[in-house]
Nanobody, 117 residues
């Protein structure tokens, strides 16, 4: 079992920055990758950024150049630095852990990010 706890969400004005953190605990040795997803009201949950065990990073096109995913030294924490935020970035952001395959096996509880115009 892996437990994920997010923090750092909140209300920010358009153009501002925000940093999300996700702390993993439990069977962390089994984690092959971690990712951030987001879900806006009435929409599907979609991938925002992911980082593999080996450090390969992917971003969805809409956040490239604005968001940065990174890991702490112990690789038990993953961050999402969000710059130049837009109202359309408003969503609940979820941290996810991948054990096998490509789809997440564990989810955090989510943290709300609201960007005001």
């Amino acid at each position: 079992q892996v437990q994920l706890v997010e923090s750092g969400g909140g209300l920010v004005q358009a153009g501002g920055p925000l940093r999300l953190s996700c702390a993993a605990s439990g069977s962390i040795f089994s984690i092959n990758g971690m990712a951030w997803y987001r879900q806006a009201p009435g929409k599907q949950r979609n991938l925002v950024a992911a980082i593999s065990r080996g450090g390969t990073i992917t971003y969805t096109d809409s956040v490239k150049g604005r968001f940065t995913i990174s890991r702490g030294n112990a690789k038990t924490t993953v961050y999402l630095q969000m710059n130049s935020l837009k109202p359309e970035d408003t969503a609940v952001y979820y941290c996810a852990a991948v054990i096998g395959g490509k789809d997440p096996d564990y989810w955090g509880q989510g943290t709300q990010v609201t960007v005001s115009s």
